[in-house]
């Protein structure tokens, strides 16, 4: 047990610092927490995490290796990246003004996209499965480990973001300065997160 435990825990931890700090998918969530709280925050969750899993097992099966051979298409994917992201981000300027409220609300097919699409999703699916599956042997442990754990962990965190925005909302209250600080916060990290990868 102690063998598996330490086998595996380098690359555990590695993926609980990875989900757990902020990037564009949590500042995202902090600020539809904050915007429209938890529960209906749900389905934009839930397509965050289906969109993620599906970008683990492209990677399992080889994306990466592609990606790496054909580099032009992550200059592409840089640029609808940051549009996509952003435009997420500015849907919700407006949000606090109670007429356009749900006009702002993310669901699940905004978030089915929004990790695919990020260059820090892409940059910890590069890592853990170039470095960290180096020594496994087996089938389990690149089909549905690595998977399997961005899941599980995606899932505490997405919902722990959700919430922290959520409490936002309910300490101070949800005005355009704040709502507008989330956004720009947001946008920063995006256009932040693509810099670091180019």
């Given at each position: 047990m102690y063998?598996?435990?330490?086998?595996?825990?380098?690359?555990?931890?590695?993926?609980?610092?990875?989900?757990?700090?902020?990037g564009p998918a949590?500042?995202?969530?902090?600020?539809?927490?904050?915007?429209n709280g938890f529960i209906k925050t749900i389905p934009f969750i839930s397509g965050l995490v289906?969109?993620?899993?599906?970008?683990?097992?492209?990677?399992?099966?080889?994306?990466?290796?592609?990606?790496?051979?054909?580099?032009?298409l992550l200059k592409i994917f840089t640029y609808i990246s940051v549009i996509y992201m952003i435009w997420l981000?500015?849907?919700?300027?407006?949000?606090?003004?109670k007429e356009i409220y749900n006009e702002s609300i993310l669901g699940y097919?905004?978030?089915?996209?929004v990790h695919?699409?990020?260059p820090k999703t892409w940059a910890?699916?590069?890592?853990?499965?170039?470095?960290?599956?180096?020594?496994?042997?087996g089938i389990f442990e690149i089909y549905f480990l690595v998977p399997t754990s961005f899941f599980v962990l995606q899932i505490v965190?997405?919902?722990?973001?959700?919430l922290i925005g959520n409490s936002i909302n309910k300490t101070i209250g949800l005005n355009s300065y704040l709502n507008r600080v989330l956004i720009f916060i947001t946008v920063g990290t995006v256009v932040w997160a693509i810099l670091l990868v180019n």
């Amino acid at each position: 047990m102690y063998e598996i435990f330490s086998q595996y825990f380098p690359l555990w931890i590695f993926i609980l610092i990875m989900v757990g700090t902020p990037g564009p998918a949590n500042l995202l969530l902090l600020s539809s927490g904050a915007q429209n709280g938890f529960i209906k925050t749900i389905p934009f969750i839930s397509g965050l995490v289906s969109g993620k899993l599906f970008l683990n097992i492209l990677f399992s099966l080889g994306l990466g290796i592609i990606i790496r051979d054909y580099s032009i298409l992550l200059k592409i994917f840089t640029y609808i990246s940051v549009i996509y992201m952003i435009w997420l981000s500015l849907r919700g300027w407006n949000a606090h003004k109670k007429e356009i409220y749900n006009e702002s609300i993310l669901g699940y097919k905004e978030g089915l996209f929004v990790h695919p699409l990020s260059p820090k999703t892409w940059a910890m699916c590069l890592i853990a499965f170039s470095k960290f599956t180096e020594d496994f042997t087996g089938i389990f442990e690149i089909y549905f480990l690595v998977p399997t754990s961005f899941f599980v962990l995606q899932i505490v965190f997405h919902n722990l973001w959700c919430l922290i925005g959520n409490s936002i909302n309910k300490t101070i209250g949800l005005n355009s300065y704040l709502n507008r600080v989330l956004i720009f916060i947001t946008v920063g990290t995006v256009v932040w997160a693509i810099l670091l990868v180019n």
